[in-house]
Antibody, heavy 116, light 108 residues
Framework: QVQLVESGGGVVQPGGSLTLSCVASGFSFSTFGMHWVRQAPGKGLEWVALIRYDGSKMYHADSVRGRFTISRDNPKNTLYLQMVSLREEDTGVYYC?????????WGQGTLVTVSS | EIVMTQSPATLSVSPGERATLSCRASQSVSSSLAWYQQKPGQAPRLLIYGASTRATGIPARFSGSGSGTEFTLTISSLQSEDFAVYYCQQYNNWPPWTFGQGTKVEIK
């Protein structure tokens, strides 16, 4: 069955860095664009970034552009989100999801906490 | 950026009753509109895409309608497992992909 498993979350100080990973199985990962979507505690869903199926183009939300970088390794069925210069407002659960415009495959999320 | 506005913020409904949730887009998104259900501690679950097509395995009591800027999600007879937060999302004009702020359906 389809699985997306995120990892790499944790507690980091403001200004710090983290890299999230999302390992895919059960579907043809290399044929889908992939998103990162986040959710601050008690808040709604916020799109963060998308990478095309072949990694040829990336899009980032204004709130993270210049600080976050989405990437992928298709032979490893893995999606990444490199995050630097983290801020307290980056705290939340980060989900990876496939892209059909909408998303029907979601991971369970990994929690990132930015706090001093 | 297209802004998605959902109403109401909270909907109190008794089990077995109908629930009607609204989503408005700041400009036309054609039929490129999805609805998701999210329960506490869980990832979002796709319910509807293309404004009115149920996703795989979604019960028939969930239906979507609308096009352009006005959309509705209807749950015909609420079951206990339907109490959750519901989000709409547009995918017509991107980036960014944008979500509504959510409607919480709670037990009356």
């Amino acid at each position: 069955q389809v699985q997306l498993v995120e990892s790499g979350g944790g507690v980091v100080q403001p200004g710090g860095s983290l890299t999230l990973s999302c390992v895919a199985s059960g579907f043809s990962f290399s044929t889908f664009g992939m998103h990162w979507v986040r959710q601050a505690p008690g808040k709604g869903l916020e799109w963060v970034a998308l990478i095309r199926y072949d990694g040829s183009k990336m899009y980032h939300a204004d709130s993270v552009r210049g600080r976050f970088t989405i990437s992928r390794d298709n032979p490893k069925n893995t999606l990444y989100l490199q995050m630097v210069s983290l801020r307290e407002e980056d705290t939340g659960v980060y989900y990876c999801a496939n892209n059909r415009g909408y998303s029907d495959y979601w991971g369970q999320g990994t929690l990132v906490t930015v706090s001093s | 950026e297209i802004v998605m506005t959902q109403s109401p913020a909270t909907l109190s409904v008794s089990p077995g009753e109908r629930a009607t949730l609204s989503c408005r887009a700041s400009q036309s998104v054609s039929s490129s509109l999805a609805w998701y259900q999210q329960k506490p501690g869980q990832a979002p679950r796709l319910l509807i895409y293309g404004a009115s097509t149920r996703a795989t395995g979604i019960p028939a009591r969930f239906s979507g309608s609308g096009s352009g800027t006005e959309f509705t999600l209807t749950i015909s007879s609420l079951q206990s497992e339907d109490f959750a937060v519901y989000y709409c999302q547009q995918y017509n004009n991107w980036p960014p992909w944008t979500f509504g702020q959510g409607t919480k359906v709670e037990i009356k």
